[in-house]
């Protein structure tokens, strides 16, 4: 199938195609007499996957990193399992930092309410914030 045909199928623009193939993700196709490229399953499938890895989070250097170790014939399962893993380590540490700052917001709101606007000084912006 020619480049056209397999974005419409994977759902991607034919430009992200050839980024792809750029950076080692997706393998350069054969080529038709003409100079067309010309891909097969194969590459709907591994698309699918980057969709799919992107999905939950993965960058394009760790997809590369899992294509990288199906391409030598490893089965990529147990860094796959260690990339969620310290995925789901970072998330939790973000949502902390997250609730946290929530706190401050609600606290900062809060305050809000119990300030004059008519005494708020000009060189300080908002003094809500400060």
Request: with cysteine.
């Given at each position: 199938m020619r480049i056209g045909e397999l974005a419409e199928q994977a759902g991607i623009s034919t430009k992200a195609i050839r980024y792809?193939?750029?950076i080692g993700i997706l393998s350069a196709p054969a080529r038709t007499d003409v100079g067309?490229?010309?891909?097969d399953q194969a590459a709907l499938g591994r698309l699918s996957f980057v969709r799919?890895?992107?999905a939950v989070g993965l960058t394009l250097g760790e997809i590369r990193q899992i294509?990288?170790?199906r391409d030598d014939g490893q089965?990529?399962?147990a860094h796959v399992t260690?990339?969620?893993q310290r995925h789901a380590a970072d998330l939790d540490v973000r949502i902390r930092e997250l609730q946290q700052l929530r706190g401050e917001l609600r606290q900062l709101a809060e305050r809000a309410t119990t300030l004059d606007p008519e005494h708020c000084p000009p060189e300080?912006?908002?003094h809500i914030i400060t």
């Open positions: 792809y193939e750029q067309y490229r010309a891909y799919a890895a992107q294509i990288a170790f089965a990529p399962c260690d990339l969620l300080r912006v908002c």
